[in-house]
């Protein structure tokens, strides 16, 4: 049996809802972001050394993701589309720091 067959591979797209504070700035700037229980009701999401609680839910309707356009472009070519999803995660700061923010 070859290799190939034993593994199929599927890409997933999942739109992700971040608190405030996780920023595309934050994201590039990071030592690493992660996702753990991207399966689970209750997914996390690591950005450095903060970690976000999460939940996970259908989309109502498909949400989907277009190419941007190429440098140079006029604007007036079709956008192609790049991915496409029906689940959302959303996150949430842990209770612990929502608590010490609540008291400052």
Known sequence: MDV???YDEE???IVVDL???VDGEALLSASSVS???IGTKTP???VGEEVYEGN???IIGTTMAFTTPKPGASGREPLELACFSNMK???SQ???RRQRRSKS
Do not use: N, R, S, T
């Open 4 to 6: 190939e067959e034993e």
């Open 11 to 13: 890409d997933v797209y």
């Open 19 to 21: 608190p405030p504070a």
């Open 35 to 37: 996702v753990k229980g």
């Open 44 to 46: 996390q999401l690591k």
């Open 56 to 58: 996970a839910e259908p």
């Open 89 to 91: 995660m959303a996150f």
């Open 94 to 96: 842990p209770p612990a």
